[in-house]
């Protein structure tokens, strides 16, 4: 059978159920299409710290924080959970000392809120962190999500402004006729279309091979471990170089472990995290679980003797450049929206309304430079 749609989205994940939310509102006939279910990618095995203050410049920060003044919104027009918690980044040693100061006027410079704290004002804010932390950087405006509800409420809202959702239904070919996208093929039937999101996550390669395009994306898989401990602190919280790991896919670590820890929602703790290139391996590895669990009991000692729930193992979609790629590519009618590495759940509505604003020819992106372009 086939079907029409103005918009199709590929990818049920946190972007691309933010792209078919955005595109709805404006009106659009948009039909996601998702091979799992809704949030059965990142979104599942993902932290929901809507981060503001660990960017590396003041321009990233600015997007940051006008993703967050999204979030605002979408909690009175879509009925988004924001927990506004704030969160910090944690000073070890006196050299980190430095190092916050240097994040705070990066962090000021791209318009955000923060706060330089000494040990006894860290020890007042969150009383189960070690004595030994020297200080650390908080930023009020930052808060947490559960980023599966979140892509289930925009997916839901989305529907009710006219959108489907197809899950359960791969994708498995894009046509290109004179140049330009014109229907999509899936596991169950075409849908017929001018334009195509490719919100595939870490699967965004596959998604680009199908028009002749290379989207330089690649699995940074990474483990969390999900603790029974509940209330053991309020705001979500890093160390200091949490992203100090090598761009270049050589970690200084073969796991590129580092600490950190945020409150979930339903009151317990997601503790991690790794970063590395092993392809799409879903299997935990129990080993590094155990050093997880050690190194973030540096920083919180109750982490020591905390139950384990579960472990997740997901899959970032990492870029050489460390941006995320959003614009035209590729063909007439073809969107990328992908590449958000450790950093989807935070840009997400910005993610979704830049789409929305591009289709509507209201910006004019490219995701990349334009001699990569077929067609
Ligand atoms: C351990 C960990 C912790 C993280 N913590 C945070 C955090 O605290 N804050 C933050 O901002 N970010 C965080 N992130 C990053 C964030 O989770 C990702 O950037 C984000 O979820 C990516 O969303 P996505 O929609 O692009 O990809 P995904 O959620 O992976 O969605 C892509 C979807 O496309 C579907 N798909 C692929 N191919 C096809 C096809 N051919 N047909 C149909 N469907 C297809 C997949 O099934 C998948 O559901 C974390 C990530 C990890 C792994």
Known sequence: M????????????????????????????????????????????????VVIQNKETPDRVS??????????????????QVL????????????DGQTLHQQADVARAGGAVVEELDGSRLHELEPALSADLMGALHCTDEGVVD??????????????LGAIIRADTVVTGIEVDHGRVTKITTS???????????????????????????IPVTPRRGHLIVTEVEGMVRRPMLEAGYLAIPDDGRPDDPHGLRFILQPRVDGRCFIGSTREFAGFDQDV???????????????????????????????????PGGRPLIGRAGPEGFVVATGH???GVTLAPLTGK??????????????????????
């Open 84 to 95: 506004a918690t704030g969160g910090l980044i944690l000073a070890t040693r006196g050299g």
């Open 341 to 343: 590495e450790g950093e």
């Open 63 to 80: 997007l940051a924080l006008a993703s967050r003044r999204l979030y605002d919104d979408l909690v009175e027009d879509a009925g988004v």
């Open 188 to 214: 169950k039937g075409t849908v017929a279309t001018r334009t195509v999101v490719c919100a595939g996550g870490a699967w965004s390669s596959q998604i680009g091979a199908m028009v002749g395009l290379e």
């Open 2 to 49: 086939t079907q029409t749609a103005d918009v199709v989205v590929i990818g049920g994940g946190i972007i691309g159920c933010a792209c078919a939310y955005y595109l709805a509102r404006d009106g659009h006939r948009v039909v996601l299409v998702e091979r799992g279910e809704i949030a059965s990618g990142a979104a599942s095995a993902s932290g929901g710290w």
């Open 285 to 319: 590895n129990l080993d590094l679980v155990r050093r997880m669990q050690a190194h973030a009991a540096r920083f919180v000692p109750a982490v020591a003797q905390s139950a384990i729930a579960r472990v997740t193992v997901g899959f970032r979609p990492y870029t």
């Open 147 to 160: 980023p599966p509800a979140v892509c289930r409420t925009l997916a839901r809202r989305a529907i009710a």
């Open 354 to 375: 830049m789409v929305a604003d591009l289709v509507a020819g209201r910006v004019h992106l490219h995701a990349l430079p334009v001699q990569e372009r077929v067609g």
